[in-house]
């Protein structure tokens, strides 16, 4: 049984709420087994995350990059590096910021580089942009039109209980359940 680890960061639990909706979205295939971890449990799931067959990556987006704690976390991944223990696992990415754009993309793309450099295979988001026509909406998936990885903004002055907005959850769900359908194909 393929194994998906999503492991993250998240300071208020806006990118947790992401977290969660990932591993939802990966709960919906069966044949996969998910694994949530906080980047701060880390040290006790070393050999999860060497075990797992894919490991999608998230964090807020501080200052236009990853979170400290992630970048932390990453750097602790280097003995492992070293030996390319994950070399040909699945990977994705997702991230979380305050405002629309808030250089997500620049975080998605630190992520893809440090799975790169892991030797890992990136899994893109796999879905259309959303709102980008008269007759689209906010409720849209994939309403922030990445296609590296699931992007989602809440409202700095709303807490986790109501940010990030569905679409967003929505489509964080769709990123884990893509990359568990992968895994599981793969694996058969």
Request: aromatic residues 6%.
């Amino acid at each position: 049984m393929p194994t998906v680890v999503i492991v993250y960061h998240s300071t208020y639990g806006h990118t947790e709420v992401q977290a969660k909706a990932v591993l939802q979205g990966v709960q919906r295939v069966d044949g996969v087994s998910p694994l949530l971890l906080p980047v701060a449990e880390v040290e006790k799931h070393w050999d999860d995350l060497n075990r797992a067959d894919a490991i999608i990556f998230g964090c807020p987006t501080y200052m236009g990059s990853a979170s400290a704690d992630f970048k932390r976390f990453m750097e602790a991944s280097s003995k492992l590096w070293a030996e390319q223990k994950w070399k040909d696992k699945l990977a994705a990415g997702f991230t979380n910021s305050g405002s629309q754009s808030g250089d997500k993309l620049n975080t998605l793309l630190q992520l893809a580089i440090f799975a790169a450099q892991h030797g890992m295979l990136w899994v893109s988001l796999g879905v259309l942009p959303g709102n980008n026509s008269t007759t689209g909406s906010m409720a849209d998936l994939n309403r922030i039109g990445s296609y590296l990885g699931a992007m989602a903004q809440s409202n700095i002055d709303l807490g986790s209980d109501a940010a990030p907005p569905r679409s967003d959850r929505d489509t964080a769900s769709l990123l884990g359940q893509r990359v568990a359908e992968i895994a599981l194909r793969i694996a058969c």
